[in-house]
């Protein structure tokens, strides 16, 4: 039986590629994008229903997991993927620009997932995977605003995983690397628009012109990273953590084994914390 997917953000890059990769291999796809482009031909397949919709707006969201079921009539996958980037120093990020930040790349999630609940509960199956970074695992300067938003998805889909385990519904974090998308253009892409120059020639800066030099010039490729996340989510037990690409697994194991040799560090002190018999 042909699956159903839902992806938002599937007009370009990484959304784009899973909604491909879903069709290419006969499944069904609810394709959101905040602008339908009637003149886009994946649009005009049968197997894709383009809908309107911007995460951040309920109202789209309600409409349009309406309009999918109505369609296809049941979603067992949901891809979050809509959201943007941001690079820059947490000192000059104000607060408008994380909270939409986070309005985006968390809220926008997370009511996708509340608007899915009910339809997966009720057919006791579905998968949802959340599209979070390899900025979901581990830290680096000038990344500090994203790290937040996307630690919070990882968290997310680590506990909704286990919460929703009774309804037979599964839930990773996919952390993707470096792939060659419009990822770090303008549209993708926003840095706090009060730069401070105390921190020009530090890591913070140092990492915004990276970005803005090597655009366009990722080494992972959009198409591979989305048949081998189709692949893993169809599997018995999915994951819950999926690292996207070698040099992102590299740097997430290698952060994980410096926190445990942290722990270690201190284990014996911190594992005498009980009250002394009196």
Known sequence: MNKVWMITGSNRGLGRAFAEEAVKNGD?????TR????????????????????????????????????????IDYLINNAGYGMNGAFEETSEKELRDLFD????????????????????HSGRILNISSQAGMAGAAGCSAYNAAKFAV??????????????????AAVCPGSFRTDFRDASSMRHPESAMSE??????????????????KQTGDPKKAAA?????????????????GKSCSDIVKNNLRKSIDEIDSYYTETSDMEYDPE
């Open 28 to 32: 069904l796809v609810i394709a959101g």
């Open 35 to 74: 602008r339908i482009d009637e003149n886009d031909p994946f649009y005009a397949d049968s197997h894709v229903l383009p809908v309107r919709l911007d995460v951040t707006d309920n109202e789209q969201i309600r409409a349009a997991v309406q309009a999918g079921i109505e369609e296809f009539g049941r």
């Open 104 to 123: 985006a790349d968390y809220f926008g999630m997370s009511n996708m997932i509340k608007a899915v609940l009910p339809v997966m509960r009720d057919q």
């Open 154 to 171: 990882v968290g997310m889909s680590e506990a909704l995983n286990e919460e929703l385990a009774p309804f037979g519904i599964q839930v």
């Open 199 to 216: 921190y020009n020639g530090t890591a913070a800066h140092n990492v915004v012109k990276f970005l803005r030099d090597n655009n366009h």
């Open 228 to 244: 081998f996340v189709y692949r893993t989510a169809q599997k018995e037990n999915m994951p819950v953590h999926i690292t996207v």
